[in-house]
């Protein structure tokens, strides 16, 4: 799959973990090498080929000398592979290595259209390489020498000069610790991508927004931010946050799903169960305008609205539906919110039956007769069949899809949920979005302040809709 520059940057700073452990253990196992490595010294030496001719008196026999030389200096070089260089050299050091030992630490060459001869040598002692290296340079000097001297001439018309005997390098050319670091910063950094896009590729979690439009078809209704530490979870109280605004376009979009049609009692659920926070913050969002709301935890298995809002969820929705009690005197009005809690109640042994039952549609078209929106907070759809029964008889279903938790396995699973029972899907929401850091970092109103922040803004009041 092709990916632009942008994603690449936004795939490492969300696998941000791989890629720099991918590092660290590249520099880490460049300094390793490095440190364990023997450290070797070399040591160089040079020497001058000159063509001797004492009958050479012009310019023109001089140049066609040094020409000659040039040509021959490939040869010379190969010549410094012969045992009639290294094995002299191996007698006259005593080194104790055989030609071939001594062949891999010399390395001979010869500058393009030069008559230099350089004799490179490594060796772990810096002496020894610059003895090994002024002794090859001498050793092959005798061997041209001798090759270049014509027959029945006692002297060679090829002379070699050391110009620059070896020395005794005072650093180590190896192991290059700097090198070897940039080598492993880069080899980590290589692969750490190429483990970040592996595992990108193979993670079936749902990512982005443009994930969730492709599985279904079409754009969340909106998204929520991940809850800060210690913040209150009734986060649309303070409608100046960048939070109360979200919750204010999911609302917006709820309305307009369909102009024609108008929107009055849903349920939320999700995948896994992570829905209550939403519907509770869409019941205060509601609310806030001057709405009558009204937010039933049917949850009957493990009651969470009722927690959000901190109501007591012993007596509510499930003793109504077996007759132990009237509607009325389980409905807890919080004023400070604006918003009517229907709680869960007891935990009954059949909760979906309870729930698809006659007196179940009674308390629906109860509350849809009393309250402007009705929100029913339901289990995950993935686990229970309660949001099925719910959505049946109501507006439709919003579902919750939490960011990094969700996989799109998960998401196609309750698509056809909702297919096949022809339910009436109103959209999802993208919840636990990261936070940008330039986001606004207003806390929490307090105590007092909730009481003022849960009136109606003027900015934000709407007609609410007529029964």
């Avoid at 040591?43 to 000159?50: D, H, L, M, R, W």
């Avoid at 290589?190 to 483990?195: P, S």
């Avoid at 946050?241 to 376009?249: H, I």
């Avoid at 012993?314 to 004023?335: F, I, N």
């Amino acid at each position: 799959m092709d990916m632009s520059f942008l994603e690449y940057v936004v795939l490492l700073q969300k696998r941000w973990r791989i890629w720099l452990s991918a590092i660290l253990i590249g520099l880490l196992a460049a300094l390793a090498l490095s440190v364990v490595s023997e450290k070797q010294y070399t040591a160089v030496s040079t020497s001058f080929v000159t063509v001797a001719d004492e009958d050479a008196a012009g310019s023109g026999e001089i140049f066609q000398g040094s020409q000659f030389a040039v040509q021959r200096m490939a040869s010379y070089v190969a010549l410094s592979s012969s045992p009639f260089v290294l094995e002299p050299v191996i007698e006259e050091l005593n080194l104790g290595v055989s030609p071939r030992g001594l062949r891999q630490m010399v390395d001979v060459s010869s500058p393009a259209g030069t008559v230099m001869l350089d004799v490179s040598v490594q060796h772990s002692d810096p002496a020894r390489a610059a003895d090994i290296a002024n002794e090859m340079s001498r050793q092959l000097g005798i061997l041209i020498e001798e090759l270049e001297t014509p027959r029945g001439l006692a002297a060679s018309s090829v002379k070699v000069t050391m110009t620059m005997p070896a020395v005794a390098p005072v650093e180590p050319s190896s192991p290059r610790i700097v090198l070897n670091l940039l080598l492993g910063l880069a080899g980590g950094a290589a692969v750490g991508l190429v483990l970040a896009l592996l595992r990108h590729h193979h993670d079936r979690r749902v990512k982005s927004v443009g994930d969730i439009e492709e599985l279904t078809g079409t754009v969340p209704l909106g998204s929520t931010l991940v809850p800060r530490a210690g913040s209150d979870r009734l986060v649309a109280l303070d409608y100046r946050s960048v939070e109360a605004e979200r919750y204010r376009t999911i609302k917006t979009a709820l309305k307009l799903a369909d102009p024609d049609r108008e929107l009055r009692h849903f349920v939320v659920s999700s995948p896994t169960g992570d829905g209550a926070d939403v519907a509770a913050n869409l019941a205060v969002s509601w609310a806030l305008t001057g709405a009558s709301v009204c937010l039933v935890d049917a949850r009957l298995r493990r009651p969470a609205a009722s927690v959000v809002f901190d109501v007591d969820s012993t007596v509510g929705l499930s003793d109504v539906l077996v007759g132990d009690v009237e509607l009325d005197t389980v409905l807890t009005e919080r004023e400070d919110w604006s918003v009517t809690v229907l709680p869960a109640g007891y935990l009954p042994l059949d909760p979906v039956e309870l729930l698809g039952s006659e007196a179940m549609a009674r308390v629906i078209d109860e509350l849809r007769s009393r309250f402007d929106i009705v929100i029913y907070d339901s289990g995950p759809l993935l686990e229970v069949s309660d949001a099925v029964v719910l959505a049946r008889g109501l507006d439709g279903l919003v579902l919750v899809v939490r960011a990094g938790k969700v996989t799109s396995d998960e998401l196609e699973a309750c698509l056809g949920i909702v297919r096949q029972n022809r339910l009436r899907l109103l959209g999802t929401v993208w919840s636990g979005v990261r936070r940008r850091r330039r986001a606004a970092r207003r806390s929490r109103p307090v105590d007092g302040e909730l009481r003022r922040a849960a009136q109606p803004d003027p900015r934000d009041v709407e007609l609410s809709p007529t029964t």
